[in-house]
């Protein structure tokens, strides 16, 4: 997951924004049959041109990594003649930016908001009801996450639908975004942000569509927060509710969670796709590439690479290998990482602490409890029986589990293997 994806009071957690529309559920689902679907998420390919999307697909993890640290692979709508008189320029922007971003998420700051994210947490976790089925999106992450989300920008508590609103239709658009073409909407969206979460203005700039660089770096990092993280904190946990060896770890030994962290961002991140343009004729990933090219650098594919990840469907925690690429790589890295990471392991502690009391919604309560009936850490996802959600949010770039259904058990003496004194 990279903050670079965005371009590039009760009303909200009650699920609903101001107009009505649900806060959770309202990317729309991309038909399966679609060109850009056909390919096997995680079947990663040697480089090839895909005359269906007229564009390079890549998506083994070497070549990814390659063209996300390829200095002629652009993004959509840089020219040579852009790139030639402002490349120092562009430089000093993102360099201006991550010192910004490396300054706002010091260490310091960093801890300050741990401790009152723990706190939000924490009482959002002990809200949840004490037995029942509850969907874990709808009625902790999203939610949590917007709260996050306010607190890091410190966006006005007034605009809090507004900002959710607008982050939403920036976030919808990069979900389901085919290209690295920009939309008009999300260009409207990312100024009514902005604008929210503007404490000055520079009086130097009198266009209408001038974001000032602190500006552009707080409206992605609240649509990171506000959309990208519940997205991520869906997919993390899905992933960890399909492995009941590693659920029960964790149950047992909450200090477990810590060293899967990395593993569950390998496989939990909706991050699927990025765009690229070629600049120049060049050559990547063994394959020519000629100025105007379109590429697609499939993440998702990349993730699971077995080439690079051995067994890359398992979620192993002594993992030696590195190079997950949930927060991206190179120039346009997520900035950010530091923060998001904290504020998954938040969200997840405070969930931990009733493992005792969940299991996945569709198993029933007896079979979770036979070990060798869930044994199924070594399978391929599509064949886990456990917690596989039925619908996903989004769209070809950004794609995420739409609910992350669970149930709650009301433990008794019995229950436990115990009498009553």
């Known amino acids: ?11 909200l957690l009650d699920g609903t924004l101001l107009d009505g529309t ?39 993890h070497a070549d990814v990594v390659e063209a996300l640290r390829h200095p002629d692979l652009v993004v959509h709508g840089m020219t040579v003649e852009h790139r030639a008189a402002s490349t120092e320029a562009h430089a000093a922007m993102h360099a201006a930016m991550h010192a910004a971003m490396a300054h706002r998420f010091a260490p310091n700051a ?23 089925e509850v969907d874990l999106l709808r009625g902790y992450f999203r939610p949590w996450s917007l709260a996050v989300a306010m607190l890091v920008t410190e966006a006005p508590p007034d605009a809090t639908a507004e900002c959710a609103h607008a982050a939403q239709v920036v976030f919808r658009a990069a979900a389901t975004a085919t290209s690295g073409a920009p939309h008009a ?22 266009a209408p569509h001038h974001i000032p660089l602190d500006a552009a770096g707080q409206v992605q990092t609240f649509v990171a927060l506000c959309e990208t993280l519940p997205a991520l904190l869906a997919g993390i ?36 796709a990025v765009f ?47 190079g997950h690429l949930a ?7 997520c900035a950010g990482a530091a923060l998001v990471r904290m504020a998954v392991e938040v969200a997840s502690e405070a969930l931990v602490a009733r493992l005792a009391d969940l299991i996945p919604a569709d198993i029933p309560s007896g079979v979770f409890q036979d070990h060798a009936a869930l044994s199924a850490s070594d399978m391929p996802l599509s064949d886990i029986p456990a917690s596989l959600p039925d619908r996903f949010a989004g769209g070809y770039a950004i794609r995420s589990p739409a609910h992350v259904m669970v149930r709650f058990l009301r433990h008794t003496p019995e229950a436990n293997g115990t009498t009553p004194p």
Not at 38 to 43: K, N, Q
Not at 327 to 333: D, E, L, Q, S
């Open 1 to 11: 997951m990279t903050m670079g994806h965005t371009p590039d009071d009760g009303t």
């Open 110 to 132: 960093l801890a300050a908001w741990r401790t009152s994210m723990r706190d939000a947490a924490t009482r959002a976790v002990a809200a949840l009801p004490a037995e029942g």
């Open 22 to 60: 649900p806060l959770d559920g309202t990317l729309p689902d991309t038909p399966p049959d679609t060109p850009l679907d056909t390919m096997d998420a995680d079947t990663p390919r040697a480089a090839a041109f895909d005359p269906t999307v007229q564009a390079w697909v890549l998506s083994r």
């Open 185 to 206: 909407e999300t260009t409207h969206a990312v100024i009514a942000l902005a604008q929210q979460l503007a404490t000055s203005h520079d009086a130097g700039h009198d």
């Open 237 to 272: 946990w899905c992933a960890l509710l399909q492995r009941p060896d590693s659920l029960r770890a964790v149950r047992d030994d909450a200090a477990q969670l810590a060293p899967m962290i990395g593993e569950l961002l390998r496989l939990g991140s909706p991050s699927r």
């Open 327 to 333: 927060f991206g790589a190179g120039r346009h890295a």
């Open 276 to 322: 690229r343009e070629c600049l120049v004729d060049t050559r990547i990933a063994d394959i020519h590439l000629r100025a105007g090219d379109r590429v697609i650098l499939r993440l998702d594919a990349a993730n699971r690479d077995p080439a690079h990840f051995a067994n890359p469907h398992q979620l192993q925690s002594a993992r030696r290998q590195s």
